[in-house]
T-cell receptor
Framework: SQQGEEDPQALSIQEGENATMNCSYKTSINNLQWYRQNSGRGLVHLILIRSNEREKHSGRLRVTLDTSKKSSSLLITASRAADTASYFCATDAWGGGNKLTFGTGTQLKVEL | DTAVSQTPKYLVTQMGNDKSIKCEQNLGHDTMYWYKQDSKKFLKIMFSYNNKELIINETVPNRFSPKSPDKAHLNLHINSLELGDSAVYFC?????????????FGPGTRLLVL
């Protein structure tokens, strides 16, 4: 069954605003990853957070992980039109052989 | 310079036909994957090979048969194509032996079964 649920399903903001996406999952994980998918393209890795980490930063991205609540959030600060894409969380369970289980995705639209 | 490449990019075919999709990575990775993304963008893993050995085999009809001739290639053959096979198929790779879990995705193959 589908591992992760993301919300919101769709998010529309103005350029310069922050965008927050949430991901919930069901089982214990080794790590959680966020990927971006531009329309008609493949997925691009953004950031990985391990189960023993609570927060991680990469440029304008901030990811948090709460293993007690089995949830993660991705914050994109000072969004740009080029951030328009679908964002997916993916979990890697312990002993899963790097088998990623993807969430349902959040479609982000950043308007000028 | 393409890291993970797939051919063809688009594939339109009739029901009942057999088709193959090819994937190649030049990253020196030891693990390759096939994912299927449906029309609702739901992405699900199908297979994974590590050093040419099958390590992940999800509940996929046996009409789908992956083949890994070497570590840099993972092909997907589909027999007796059905309408429900229409989707985008993504190949990915990673370097499992060094614990690098990041996966690198190809551009996708858009399969349409008529």
């Amino acid at each position: 069954s589908q591992q992760g649920e993301e919300d919101p399903q769709a998010l529309s903001i103005q350029e310069g605003e922050n965008a927050t996406m949430n991901c919930s999952y069901k089982t214990s994980i080794n790590n959680l990853q966020w990927y971006r998918q531009n329309s008609g393209r493949g997925l691009v890795h953004l950031i990985l957070i391990r189960s023993n980490e609570r927060e991680k930063h990469s440029g304008r991205l901030r990811v948090t992980l709460d293993t007690s609540k089995k949830s993660s959030s991705l914050l994109i600060t000072a969004s740009r039109a080029a951030d328009t894409a679908s964002y997916f969380c993916a979990t890697d369970a312990w002993g899963g052989g790097n088998k990623l289980t993807f969430g349902t995705g959040t479609q982000l639209k950043v308007e000028l | 310079d393409t890291a993970v490449s797939q051919t063809p990019k688009y594939l339109v075919t009739q029901m009942g036909n057999d088709k193959s999709i090819k994937c190649e990575q030049n990253l020196g990775h030891d693990t390759m994957y096939w994912y299927k993304q449906d029309s609702k963008k739901f992405l699900k893993i199908m297979f994974s090979y590590n050093n040419k050995e099958l390590i992940i085999n999800e509940t996929v009809p046996n009409r789908f048969s992956p083949k890994s001739p070497d570590k840099a290639h993972l092909n997907l053959h589909i027999n007796s194509l059905e309408l429900g096979d229409s989707a985008v198929y993504f190949c990915a790779s990673s370097l499992l032996r060094e614990g690098r879990e990041t996966q690198y995705f190809g551009p996708g193959t858009r399969l349409l079964v008529l």
